[in-house]
């Protein structure tokens, strides 16, 4: 029985070369409750735009967003919103796969969007970890710190976001475009840091269906058998 | 929150199986309002994968297949749809290691170094257990032929790319008289350059696959068989021996009692789906069966659908004229012109015996696997034949050193007494040969129910889904769920492509130049002070 011989994984050290000179992909999970401002957030940071009025966008799992982060690094950043629709429930675990950065928002003017911080935090890392079995690397959003009446105290955010494994936290306003760019910038500081560690596949490589050309042969009266599993 | 879930709407869907799943998103798709709900606090229903933690949750010590008490006044026109069955039942669970190590001397070193050699691990359940994210146990592992419906849905309507596969790597036959597993040649070149068959062998197996895959081409020939068996075609053309395994048990997949049309159906499909991914025809879903109803209900939520679960449902509120107008659930009424509900809800459903299922963690491949492989052991006294599923580290069901196998029959009696024959054939053995066989570390045996539902009956506008089946693949339930569609939505596209994200470009700027000036303002989490993050393993 002829087996299939997986590709051989790519020379670590030439990846670093590659790696050094092009683009990075990263997948951003960013959930929190219901309005607490995840799409303004996201479109505050892609757009550098505010509307108090958003629609769900209807048919895309992401904003993609293109940073620049040196001379010859670029990097795209998906930024998977839940979209609103899934807003009654834990997430499926198709949107949390392989996700490489978490942001988890509440709402300063909410004490519950804020209690439920941790609640997402659990159902984050029961369902996704990065290669090595590490969590997430999952930042606290504390949004809307343009508004007044806060419910929510400083010292609780810090005992929280020390308790429940956070990467850190900061307060942010999407309307006001307050610390958006920034606290970007260090998540994606954290993710590089933790990108560096990561193993390539030692399984070889998965199939995705419908992406390349796929050997168009007609099975196993007219066709020899192909070698390889990456199509 | 509840008030938010919008009344009316055109679909609600209860249950979050597979055929739910893919007819929610078909229907969000064409800009219908779904509402999705499932009593359940995971997607999947009787479809879900697990870890290892939330295998034992579900099934074992928190039983979330529970029935549930809830009664709400209703009119006797109504439809009661709350849960009163266990979808899954005689679950039995087993170890077969000590919580100890199981080295000579206790040295933690020997047992490391043991490890490295990667010949026999031995594992300890709390070892097992604090893997348990590593796992990925199916409830209902199935196959998707290369060609096959679900291929064809997933990459038509470009949900695939929410996941991935890996080829299944060998298809093997258990031989009972030589007790041995026979592996099944699948290319043409795996036939030729087979060992196990004579040249003759060789040009008969290629002529009748050849025959099957030209049927409809020349139903003239096949006229006398059409209405027979396919073992009846086999006799007729003195396909005997290990070819004649071959095809009934692993191309066919037929028993016995097969008709001759269903089993041609059946070659074509493997024959046609060989070389477009691998070498054999069958690709298998990492992470389990169970992402797939999971990404039917992202592409839904994506186009709108809303979900919500942990949310009973009690009754379908029938209208005077004999159309349901909505359902109760949680108390509150929900209306809507389409109801889909899954079988194990329907109110006139009835349990028959369904599916005998076993999950085993392995310390070693039966067929030097490094990737999925599907072993028949044939039916034997007229009963169905025993499909096992052997996965490896690499297609994420388990962590590297282990192996999980399926398997999955016909409910005869209970899962322990319709699997112990076979599970004896292949793995236990006398004490000369157990050194090269697989130790069966765990171990859980369980039943899933089937359901039979009266056609006609409910309401007009009400669909009730059947839930996992015994074929090895998703087909007949991606037909099933583009019927229902179609019966509701007539004319409309059946999952039409989804726009690639990376093409949809949001107005305004969208490349930024990172400015070099100090980050403030964020209070930066030192890594000691991280109390109770996980630990990296």
Known sequence: MAQITAAKPPDRKLLTEYNRATEKLFKVIIIGDPGVGKTSFIRRYVQNAFRGDYKATIGVDFALKIVRWSENQTIKLQLWDIAGQERFTWMTRVYYKEAQGCIIMFDLTSRNSFKNAVKWKKDVDSKCFLEDGAPVPCMLLANKCDLQQREVDQWEIETLCREHGFIGWTETSAKDDLMVGDCMRFLIEIMMKYNRFQTTDIFGPSLKLGKRTIEETNGIVNQKASSSCRC | MGEDIPSPCDLIVVGTGLIESIVASASSRIGKQVVHLDHRDFYGSSWATFS????????????????????????ASDLNISLNSK??????????????CKTENDDSQECEASRDKTSRITWTKSELLKNSRKFNFDITPKLLYSRGEMVEVLINSGICRYAEFKNVSGIYTFDGAEGCLLPVPCSRADVFNSKEITMVEKRLLMKVLAMCVDYENKSEEFKEYESGSFDNFLNAHKIQGKIRKYLVDSVAMANDSTNFKDAVKNVQKFVRSIGRYGNTPFLWTLYGSGELPQCFCRCSAVFGGIYCLKRNTENIIVGSDGQAIGIVSDNQNLMAKFILIEDCLNPLAKIKPGISRAILITDRSLTKNDQAAIITVPSANGKDPVRILELSASTMACP????????????????????REAINAVFCSSEEEALDKPNIIWSLHFNINEYDCPEGKLPPNVYSCPGPDLFIDFDDHVIKARNIFQSMYPGEDFLPKVPDPEDVVLEGPSEDIVQERPLEGIVETSPEDQESGETRQ
Request: some cysteine; overall charge negative.
């Open chain 2, 400 to 419: 590297p050193g282990l192996y999980v196998v399926h398997l999955i029959t016909r409910q005869v009696k209970t899962a322990v007494e319709d699997l």
């Open chain 2, 52 to 75: 290892f933690n939330s295998l034992q949750n579900t099934l074992g010590l928190v039983d979330e297949f529970t029935e549930h008490t809830t009664q709400s006044q209703k009119e």
């Open chain 2, 87 to 100: 979808a899954i039942c005689n679950v039995i669970e087993k170890w077969f290691i000590s919580d100890e």
